[in-house]
């Protein structure tokens, strides 16, 4: 299983996709092909938090006033589900392991992992 989860819009995430060689990738576009509950939950099962795969600097994030409540796995998980931004990005599965977000560190292990 290989599959990587970006949003097309952000120059991060097509910046990283360009860098990491990603030909044997399945592709998904989560703005125009949203996430469903299945993936969520293949990803959870890899990642073991909702709260790992939540964007935290989304823009709705803010403007909803979230970083001062108190949020359950179980909300992460619905906010995911509802908006494209909560999926913090790029996500790559690569077999049994998975890597969130676009840290130096991420590109470096998924990188290491895929060569």
Request: glycine share 2%; with cysteine.
């Amino acid at each position: 299983m290989r599959k990587a989860y970006f949003l097309q819009t952000c120059d991060t995430c097509r910046r990283i996709l360009k860098e990491v060689n990603t030909p044997n990738f399945e592709h998904q576009e989560i703005k125009s092909n949203p996430i469903n509950v299945s993936q969520l939950e293949e990803m959870h099962q890899l990642s073991g938090s909702y709260e790992a795969l939540f964007n935290k600097r989304a823009k709705l994030y803010k403007s909803l006033d979230l970083k001062n409540k108190r949020l359950s796995e179980a909300d992460y998980r619905k906010f995911i589900l509802e908006e494209y931004t909560f999926l913090k990005r790029p996500v790559f599965m690569v077999e049994d392991t998975i890597f969130i977000g676009n840290s130096k560190n991420v590109i470096a292990a998924l990188k290491a992992k895929i060569n």
